[in-house]
């Protein structure tokens, strides 16, 4: 989301405009949701994050330092709140949940079972094969890759703030591991 | 979150990306993403619910400890429970969160009134005694948040998980 629109939409909501936070809601939960998912928590605690930073949001939306920043500020909150899931986890259980890593190897979304046409199910299977890649990849580029697939786009410097990792850096990283990506896809179609 | 992976340790195999068009192939992780984990309906609901928590009247008493973070774990106690402290000006407020319920004090002692929220809708007042003392026999699922009135000031917590 554009930084200028969004200061606005922060400004208006404060300001009592339901719309505005609407707006907010629509433009930046994607990214909210793919900081979450990038951290590869089950599904409760997924859950429980995104609520945490949506509430803690609406909290603080008048005492933001810079609205602009709002994106950055949902990434980093997300982030940290991600990271305390997992330091209390370390003490008690294993993390990796099955259920996660074998989503896209199971078929049971609407969306897929709605797929009918041939058409339809050669890319629907085109998608679930990228999505198999991408998540075989390893842990830093399918985390990079699980926020930059955020919609719409996320900008750097919200990529920055969800995954701790400096703005310059983000623009190398991506580049190798969206050709990563390629080479296995490739790989694939190959064998 | 310092997992590696074999395939990253490798060196980078040139830099020729003639050909590659990274844009496209980020463009297509989009689209997947959207089909196979979009955000779930309900919680794109709860967030647009989350407006109502806006709240001008109230002064936000901010995280300032955290045992998760703050706290070395106690060697042979997995459960120990976690201890939060907020602060609000003047006001501070001690919590502790065990998976019986939850126990807290506010500071200066003296008499309040507190809620513990849930969301938007939800919010249960819990007894406080003069001194400012509360017990909870439910421990919070979920994100949660204290609503506190004490001398005159109206404070609510940083949302938390528990």
Known sequence: ?191 | MSGTHDDEALPEEGCDDAGFDGDLLEEELRQAAAVLDPVPAELRQLALGAYALHDLDADIAELTFDSLVDALPVRGVPDAPRMLTFRAGGLTVDIEVTGEGLIGQVLPPGPARVEVLGGPRAARPVTVDTLGRFTSDTPPTGPFALRLRAGGQVVVTEWLRA
Not at chain 1, 57 to 79: I, V
Not at chain 1, 89 to 96: G, I, Q, S, V
Not at chain 1, 131 to 141: D, I, M, Y
Not at chain 1, 171 to 185: H, I, K, N, V
């Open chain 1, 1 to 191: 989301m554009d930084r200028t629109e969004v200061g606005a939409l922060v400004r208006s909501a404060v300001d009592g405009d339901a719309a505005a936070w609407k707006a907010l809601v629509e433009g930046l939960s994607p990214l909210v949701w793919s900081v979450v998912r990038a951290h590869r928590l089950s599904d409760a605690d997924a859950h429980e994050v995104y609520q945490t930073v949506w509430f803690r949001f609406a909290q603080h939306l008048h005492r933001l330092r810079e609205p602009d920043k709002a994106g950055s500020w949902l990434a980093s909150t997300a982030r940290n709140e991600c990271l305390k899931v997992l330091k209390g986890l370390t003490r008690l259980t294993f993390t990796d949940d099955p259920q996660v890593l074998d989503r896209a190897s199971e078929e049971r979304t609407p969306e897929q079972s709605l797929i009918d046409s041939e058409e339809e199910a050669a890319q629907a299977e085109r998608i679930r094969r990228l999505w198999q890649e991408f998540e075989a990849l390893g842990e830093r580029c399918r985390q990079l890759l699980r926020v930059l697939m955020a919609s719409p786009p996320p900008s750097y410097l919200e990529v920055s703030a969800a995954l701790g990792i400096a703005v310059g850096s983000i623009g190398p990283l991506r580049q190798r591991c969206l050709r990563r990506l390629r080479a296995r896809m490739d790989a694939r179609e190959a064998a």
